[in-house]
């Protein structure tokens, strides 16, 4: 959740805000293109990001050793870097639909407050609602007599659950990070096949909006 908003924080004004600077006029007398210009931006936000990510696994791995004294394995050094991939890519994906609204809005309050009101409803209303799906099959199923230990999946909290990338994300993570005990007998390789679907339902987080940016951006009013 602090990613998504720190990739918030990076794109809410990354075009509007060089719009209203009067900077874009400036920019676009040089001799580059405008997908040049949206690829700098990404390039720029994903080395920020990047670094971030790296100094947070470095930290970490370096934490869990020293209070440890163990070192993970290279299959578990794996699962991790695996996570970064797919956590960075789900930060990019926060921040291409962020810089997408930049570029749609006028002012910059504006294109920060969609984007918060987007990330809350990603977050937490959607998941929410998908929970409440499954208590309430949970519920029914317990009137009907039919006795479960815990709420389970069902189609439409299923169907509920891939409106929220937080939720694709939360279902990678707890393959890759070993959460329930039937991943943890998995390998690196096997559990992100298991969750391939989702990892490209993330990557085209950042895809879509990229290339909605590029046709958007090319319109002489978006100046």
Same mark, same amino acid.
């Given at each position: 959740m602090i990613g998504a908003v720190l990739a918030i924080f990076l794109g809410f004004d990354s075009f509007s805000g060089e719009r209203e600077g009067g900077t874009l006029h400036v920019i676009f007398t040089r001799p580059i293109s405008r997908f040049e210009f949206i690829a700098g931006k990404l390039i720029g936000a994903g080395f920020m990001i990047g670094a971030l990510l790296l100094a947070a696994f /470095? =930290? #970490?791995l370096l934490l869990f050793a020293v209070c440890t004294g163990l070192f993970p394995n290279a299959n578990e050094i794996l699962r991790l870097v695996l996570f970064m991939i797919t956590a960075f890519l789900y930060m990019i994906g926060f921040y291409m639909f962020s810089f997408l609204a930049s570029i749609n809005s006028r002012s910059r309050t504006f294109s920060f407050l969609v984007m918060m009101v987007a990330w809350i409803c990603i977050s937490f209303v959607i998941p929410q609602l998908a929970e409440t799906q499954r208590n309430y099959e949970f519920a029914v199923n317990n009137i009907a007599g039919t006795i479960k230990q815990i709420p389970s999946d069902t189609a439409i909290s299923k169907l509920i659950d891939w409106f929220s990338p937080a939720v694709e994300f939360k279902y990678i993570g707890d393959d890759l &990070?070993?959460?329930? @005990?039937? !991943?943890?007998?998995? @390998? +690196?390789?096997? +559990? %992100? +096949?298991?969750? /391939?679907?989702? =990892? &490209?339902? /993330? &990557? #085209?987080?950042?895809? /879509?909006? %990229?290339? &909605? !940016? +590029?046709?958007?951006?090319?319109?002489?009013?978006?100046?």
């Amino acid at each position: 959740m602090i990613g998504a908003v720190l990739a918030i924080f990076l794109g809410f004004d990354s075009f509007s805000g060089e719009r209203e600077g009067g900077t874009l006029h400036v920019i676009f007398t040089r001799p580059i293109s405008r997908f040049e210009f949206i690829a700098g931006k990404l390039i720029g936000a994903g080395f920020m990001i990047g670094a971030l990510l790296l100094a947070a696994f /470095i =930290f #970490n791995l370096l934490l869990f050793a020293v209070c440890t004294g163990l070192f993970p394995n290279a299959n578990e050094i794996l699962r991790l870097v695996l996570f970064m991939i797919t956590a960075f890519l789900y930060m990019i994906g926060f921040y291409m639909f962020s810089f997408l609204a930049s570029i749609n809005s006028r002012s910059r309050t504006f294109s920060f407050l969609v984007m918060m009101v987007a990330w809350i409803c990603i977050s937490f209303v959607i998941p929410q609602l998908a929970e409440t799906q499954r208590n309430y099959e949970f519920a029914v199923n317990n009137i009907a007599g039919t006795i479960k230990q815990i709420p389970s999946d069902t189609a439409i909290s299923k169907l509920i659950d891939w409106f929220s990338p937080a939720v694709e994300f939360k279902y990678i993570g707890d393959d890759l &990070l070993q959460v329930h @005990s039937e !991943s943890a007998l998995m @390998s +690196a390789g096997t +559990a %992100f +096949a298991k969750q /391939i679907g989702r =990892f &490209l339902y /993330i &990557l #085209n987080m950042g895809v /879509i909006p %990229f290339c &909605l !940016s +590029a046709l958007t951006v090319k319109k002489e009013g978006v100046l």
